[in-house]
């Protein structure tokens, strides 16, 4: 189920998105033979891209991924990364990928806002802390046009007494930053061989431990949920 917005239906507020294994790929696109994007297939990449913007936008992935790169310009969207510059943020074009058959385009007019802006937390180059996840969310709104979309990905899922719920305090952040929360994305990363839950519920032949089933006692997580937020300052403009 694609993520979905109208104006004359109700918002879809979770897209699903299967791992690798469980989605056939398009051998005719070259989005095909890309790597995943947080374990997202690259046909399911587009479709993201496809859903949150229009034919000619900017779209800013601070990772520059291979998947995001090829799935943009195979739209006819326009891929961008950030660069440091004196005055700031600094907008680079990232060219299409050389062993692709995909044309290149001018971007001698290429907007300055972006319909999309994707981004993973923590970032190496971000401290980790609830003040600087507000400041690093706001720089990034900031690149957004009217109606545009921040999807983040939060890549540190398990809590800890030290680290509470990343997930939490993106959300938590966020309104400080200038965003309002617009949907959640899931992602299947991988699909078990065996519910181990469902395993636990009897005794092991040989004796051992029903937890021995579970990776150090817990369930090992085979999902991603990035969470896409919109500028609160301007109604949201959709593509349904």
Not at 116 to 136: I, Q
Request: aromatic share 4%; with cysteine.
């Amino acid at each position: 189920m694609a993520p979905t917005s109208s104006r004359t239906r109700p918002r879809v507020p979770v897209g699903v998105f299967l791992a690798a294994d469980c989605q056939s790929s398009s051998r005719r696109s070259p989005i095909g033979r890309l790597p995943s994007w947080h374990g997202a297939t690259p046909v399911a990449v587009a479709e993201i891209i496809r859903t949150y913007t229009a034919d000619g936008d900017l779209i800013i992935d601070l990772d520059a991924h291979p998947a995001v790169t090829a799935a943009a310009w195979f739209l006819h969207r326009v891929p961008a990364t950030i660069s440091p510059g004196k005055d700031g943020q600094r907008i680079r074009v990232l060219p299409p990928p050389p062993s692709e058959p995909i044309p290149p385009r001018d971007t001698t007019t290429c907007a300055t806002e972006a319909a999309l802006v994707l981004a993973t937390l923590p970032r190496p180059d971000e401290p980790d802390n609830s003040t600087d996840l507000a400041l690093a969310l706001q720089r990034w709104q900031t690149l957004l046009r009217p109606g545009g979309f921040l999807i983040v990905v939060p890549t540190s899922t398990e809590p800890t007494a030290e680290r509470p719920s990343l997930r939490r305090a993106i959300i938590a952040a966020a309104p400080a930053a200038g965003l309002r929360w617009h949907q959640q994305l899931l992602i299947v990363t991988r699909l078990p061989e065996s519910e181990p839950r469902a395993q636990a519920l009897t005794v092991p032949a040989d004796g051992a431990s029903a937890d021995a089933v579970l990776a150090g006692g817990r369930h090992a997580d085979a999902h991603r949920m990035p969470l896409v937020f919109t500028p609160t300052e301007f109604p949201e403009v959709t593509h349904a």
